[in-house]
């Protein structure tokens, strides 16, 4: 168990290296520098400048520096806004973006688990078409189409939910329900079609045949069986959701993290746009992590698996 979680670790640690240094080296090979605008610097003021940010030395010094920054904690200092730390700024505008995450994770899950189970308990039957009829759609359609299609009917046209903001619990309504429409397909899609492979296998009808009811076959062994493939799901979800609200944020207005990458990016702020991606990655990464350690956790044949293989 101890070799396994380790040689996981050990992996992430070299796949966080790996996108700091790609990050860093594609930040360099984009032509032109944060402070190339229209209005022209004088030269004095513009070699001063990239003293201070260190951009005066070879791109290997660069690098250098940056990664011992790094394992100190310190991303850098912004370009583009004065004297503010881009830690700093990670954590001001992180807290709205892991609220709406947070909230949309649970909700995905729970809403497509329970779509999931509904469709395989009631196979070929209402329920099952419905609910796989939701799962195409929520598959096919952009998050951002969604997003606006909520924002028409549901905040413009019939002025249930607010167009915009982030200021109480009506707002989290529709930025929930286009950043989760995705992933509760997917996860119904998962939890259907393997409960299903349980439901039919051979401990299942042995079960039934000593007389356990219906209600102690599901929850303690098609449950708990048919669950696995959803939570090896659930660790990139976890990552997709709160990275990937960039989008949604920009749409209503919640001044997250995913606004100040936008920004970042528009004006070449460097220091903001690789801490921010490094944040991602690490949010991505420790999120594969804990899921590799809980799958184990529930599934003991993953363990041996792992002693052999690692």
């Given at each position: 168990?101890?070799?396994?979680?380790?040689n996981?670790?050990?992996?992430?640690?070299?796949?966080?290296?790996?996108?700091?240094?790609?990050?860093?080296?594609?930040?360099?090979?984009?032509?032109?520098?944060?402070?190339?605008?229209?209005?022209?610097?004088?030269?004095?003021?513009?070699?001063?400048?990239?003293a201070?940010?260190?951009?005066?030395?070879?791109?290997?010094?660069?690098?250098?520096?940056?990664?011992?920054?790094?394992?100190k904690?310190?991303?850098?200092?912004?370009?583009?806004?004065?004297?503010?730390?881009?830690?700093?700024?990670?954590?001001?505008?992180?807290?709205?973006?892991?609220?709406?995450?947070?909230?949309?994770?649970?909700?995905?899950?729970?809403?497509?688990?329970?779509?999931?189970?509904?469709?395989?308990?009631?196979?070929?039957k209402?329920?099952?078409?419905?609910?796989?009829?939701?799962?195409?759609?929520?598959?096919?359609?952009?998050?951002?189409?969604?997003?606006?299609?909520?924002?028409?009917?549901?905040?413009?046209?019939?002025?249930?939910?607010?167009?915009?903001?982030?200021?109480?619990?009506?707002?989290?309504?529709?930025?929930?329900?286009?950043?989760?429409?995705?992933?509760?397909?997917?996860?119904?899609?998962?939890?259907?079609?393997?409960?299903?492979e349980?439901?039919?296998?051979?401990?299942?009808?042995?079960?039934?045949?000593k007389?356990?009811?219906?209600?102690?076959?599901?929850?303690?062994?098609?449950?708990?069986?048919?669950?696995?493939?959803?939570?090896?799901?659930?660790?990139?979800?976890?990552?997709?959701?709160?990275?990937g609200?960039?989008?949604?944020?920009?749409?209503?207005?919640?001044?997250?993290?995913?606004?100040?990458?936008?920004?970042?990016?528009?004006?070449?702020?460097?220091?903001?746009?690789?801490?921010?991606?490094?944040?991602?990655?690490?949010?991505?990464?420790?999120?594969?992590?804990?899921?590799?350690?809980?799958y184990?956790?529930?599934?003991?044949?993953?363990?041996?698996?792992?002693?052999?293989?690692?």
């Amino acid at each position: 168990m101890f070799r396994y979680i380790f040689n996981r670790f050990l992996h992430m640690v070299v796949s966080l290296f790996v996108l700091i240094s790609a990050t860093f080296f594609l930040m360099k090979a984009i032509p032109g520098d944060p402070f190339t605008s229209e209005k022209k610097i004088p030269e004095q003021i513009l070699q001063r400048l990239y003293a201070q940010y260190n951009l005066d030395k070879p791109v290997l010094e660069q690098y250098v520096l940056y990664l011992k920054n790094i394992l100190k904690g310190d991303l850098g200092i912004s370009m583009k806004m004065l004297n503010q730390d881009v830690t700093h700024i990670i954590g001001q505008t992180f807290s709205s973006s892991l609220k709406l995450g947070v909230v949309a994770i649970i909700v995905a899950i729970i809403v497509g688990v329970a779509l999931g189970m509904l469709a395989a308990l009631y196979h070929r039957k209402l329920i099952d078409n419905v609910a796989m009829v939701l799962a195409v759609l929520g598959i096919a359609v952009p998050s951002f189409v969604v997003a606006s299609l909520l924002q028409y009917l549901l905040a413009y046209h019939w002025k249930i939910f607010p167009v915009m903001g982030f200021k109480g619990p009506m707002n989290y309504f529709l930025p929930v329900m286009a950043l989760t429409a995705s992933p509760i397909a997917v996860i119904a899609r998962l939890t259907r079609s393997s409960m299903l492979e349980v439901l039919h296998s051979d401990y299942i009808k042995t079960a039934k045949a000593k007389g356990l009811s219906w209600f102690s076959i599901v929850s303690r062994h098609v449950l708990r069986n048919g669950i696995l493939p959803v939570i090896t799901y659930v660790g990139p979800m976890t990552a997709n959701i709160i990275t990937g609200s960039v989008v949604i944020e920009q749409i209503f207005g919640i001044g997250g993290i995913g606004k100040q990458f936008v920004q970042a990016i528009n004006t070449r702020d460097y220091p903001i746009i690789m801490g921010i991606t490094i944040f991602y990655g690490v949010i991505l990464m420790v999120a594969r992590f804990l899921t590799d350690v809980a799958y184990v956790a529930i599934d003991p044949r993953i363990k041996l698996a792992g002693r052999k293989g690692d």
